[in-house]
């Protein structure tokens, strides 16, 4: 199956500086990818939708200029948390979709990343 | 928009025994319904997938079943091993656009 990875796995950093995570397909090329947030012990809770080439469209109650996000390539999207809070401590994961030959597309998921702010 | 529910949230069974799994969907339009199977700290992984054109499919002891009429599909999950303990996702999506998932159900396999 197609491939994603994510960047870094792990993060900890200090209230008030930013990170960024990069999410990458590796063999195929995403014209689509999706930054989601995971609870403990709970579903996957879409942020926003990534579209090479324009803005991200951001789901409802999610703050853009909190979230950056960038899809600069077919096989790049980042997700920039600015300014992170305690309560931005969460497990971060994107996906990225793969069209079949069927027209159907398929997401696969990158590892995820587990952010902790002190 | 597409709402998917699931249920049970958590679902404990001997191994050996059989596990289900069920979902269901609101929006008449979702045409493809993938299962995920997420271990603890993990990435989903996509376990099982099924077309809206097809009632059922079988892939060794995991097995789909889709009813469009009555907008439910279930994860059927045979002779279960300590392996199998993992969250599961149901999701449905048009085409694979736009995915929503269920809240996902937590299943123990007990040795």
């Known amino acids: 199956g197609a491939v994603v990875s994510q960047h870094p796995s792990r993060v900890i950093c200090k209230s008030g500086t930013s990170v960024k995570i990069e999410c990458r397909s590796l063999d195929f090329q995403a014209t689509t990818m999706f930054w989601y947030r995971q609870f403990p012990k709970q579903s996957l809770m879409l942020m926003a939708t990534?579209?090479?080439?324009?803005?991200?469209?951001?789901e409802q109650g999610v703050e853009k200029d909190k979230f950056l996000i960038n899809h600069a390539s077919l096989t790049l999207s980042t997700l920039t948390v600015t300014s992170a809070h305690p309560e931005d401590s969460s497990f971060y994961i994107c996906?990225?979709?793969?069209?079949?030959?069927?027209?159907?597309?398929?997401?696969?998921f990158g590892p995820g990343t587990r952010l902790t702010v002190l | 928009g597409e709402n998917v529910e699931q249920h049970p949230s958590t679902l404990s069974v001997q191994e050996g025994d059989s596990a289900v799994i069920k979902c269901t969907y609101s929006?008449?339009?979702?045409?493809?319904f993938p299962w995920y199977k997420q271990e603890l700290g993990k990435r989903p992984q996509l376990i099982i997938d099924i077309r809206s054109n097809v009632g059922e499919k079988k892939d060794q002891r995991i097995a789909v079943t889709l009813n469009k009429t009555a907008k439910h599909f279930s994860l059927h999950i045979t002779e279960t091993q300590p392996e199998d303990s993992a969250v599961y996702f149901c999701a449905a999506t048009n085409y694979g656009q736009n995915f929503v998932f269920g809240p996902g159900t937590r299943l123990s396999v007990l040795p």
């Open positions: 996906s990225a979709n793969n069209r079949r030959t069927s027209g159907y597309n398929e997401q696969f």
């Open positions: 990534s579209n090479e080439g324009s803005k991200a469209t951001y």
């Open positions: 929006d008449s339009a979702s045409n493809y």
